[in-house]
C-alpha cells in the first residue's frame, strides 16, 4: 500500500468540495479548468474525474481524451480560473499552425583587421508542426552581409523545425535551406548579382512564455553562394562568393 499524500488528500478534498459548487452552478465549472503538472515540467489541462488517494487519478484532456495517471508520474493537481472563457495557464502546442519572426547578425569568424564584418538579417517563416520532432515550412530573409559594399541577398528557403522537450522552455533546432536572390545596387557599384544554394542550420532556445507567443534565441551557421560585377568608372571586377558566417538571432514564435 503506497504512502498516502497528504498534500493530495488536501487537494481532493478542495476539488471534491469545489464539484459540489459546481453541480449546484453550471456555469462556474466552465470558468474552471483543472491541472496536472507531471513530472517532466509539463501541465495537461482538462477535468479530473475520478480520484483514487495513493494510486492514481483518471483524468480528460481538453481535446477529450481520458487518461490516467499514476501518483508517480505527477507532481501535483490544482484548479485555476479561466480568462474570458480561455485557458489562462501555458501550454505549447506540438501540433499545428506556426508562424516565425527573427532578427540577427551575420559575422565573420576573422578580426576586422583581417577583413571581418558584422551584417544583420531579418527573417520570417510559417509553415506546420507535425510533431515535436516535425515541423516543415517555409519563408523568406534579407541579409546584409556588406552594407558598406552593398552585398545583400534575398533568400526564399523551406526548413525543418524540432523541439528537444516537451516542456515549456526547451532546446530546439532549425534546418534551412534555399535560393538566394543578389540584388543589384549600382548606387554601390555592383552593376550584376547572381544568387546561388543557401543552407543554415541553428541550435537554439525556446523561453516558456504565454500561450501564442514565445521568445526564441538561437545561433547558428549560413553558407550562401553568390556573384557580384563591380564597375567603377573604367574598372570592373567580379567577385564570386562563398559566405560562411555565424548568425546569432533573437526571434518570435507564435
Do not use: C
Not at 37 to 60: D, K, M, Q
Not at 86 to 101: P, R
Request: glycine share 12%; aromatic share 14%; charged share 20%.
Amino acid at each position: 500500500m503506497k504512502k498516502v499524500n497528504w498534500i493530495n488528500l488536501l487537494a481532493i478534498f478542495l476539488l471534491s468540495w469545489t464539484y459540489g459548487i459546481s453541480q449546484e452552478a453550471p456555469q462556474s465549472a466552465k470558468e474552471i479548468t483543472d491541472l496536472v503538472r507531471l513530472n517532466n515540467g509539463s501541465v495537461l489541462e482538462g477535468r479530473i474525474i475520478a480520484i483514487v488517494p495513493g494510486e492514481h487519478i483518471v483524468f480528460v484532456t481538453d481535446s477529450g481524451i481520458e487518461v490516467k495517471i499514476e501518483e508517480d508520474q505527477y507532481q501535483r493537481f490544482y484548479q485555476k480560473k479561466r480568462r474570458g472563457g480561455k485557458k489562462s495557464s501555458y501550454e505549447f502546442d506540438e501540433k499545428g499552425f506556426y508562424h516565425a519572426y527573427t532578427f540577427g547578425l551575420i559575422m565573420n569568424t576573422v578580426s576586422e583587421n583581417q577583413g571581418g564584418l558584422v551584417g544583420f538579417e531579418m527573417a520570417g517563416s510559417a509553415g506546420h508542426q507535425f510533431s515535436r520532432w516535425l515541423g516543415i515550412g517555409g519563408g523568406i530573409s534579407a541579409d546584409y552581409y556588406h552594407r558598406r559594399a552593398g552585398e545583400t541577398v534575398f533568400p526564399v528557403f523551406v526548413e525543418w523545425r524540432g523541439y528537444a522537450s516537451p516542456q515549456p522552455a526547451t532546446t530546439y533546432f532549425t534546418v534551412r535551406a534555399g535560393y538566394g536572390i543578389a540584388y543589384k545596387n549600382e548606387d554601390a557599384g555592383i552593376h550584376s548579382a547572381e544568387g546561388g544554394w543557401m543552407v543554415n542550420p541553428v541550435v537554439g532556445w525556446r523561453f516558456s512564455g504565454r500561450k501564442g507567443m514565445n521568445l526564441t534565441l538561437d545561433v547558428g551557421i549560413k553558407m550562401q553562394k553568390a556573384a557580384f560585377e563591380y564597375r567603377i568608372w573604367s574598372d570592373r571586377s567580379d567577385v564570386d562568393l562563398l559566405y560562411r558566417r555565424l548568425n546569432a538571432r533573437v526571434g518570435l514564435l507564435f
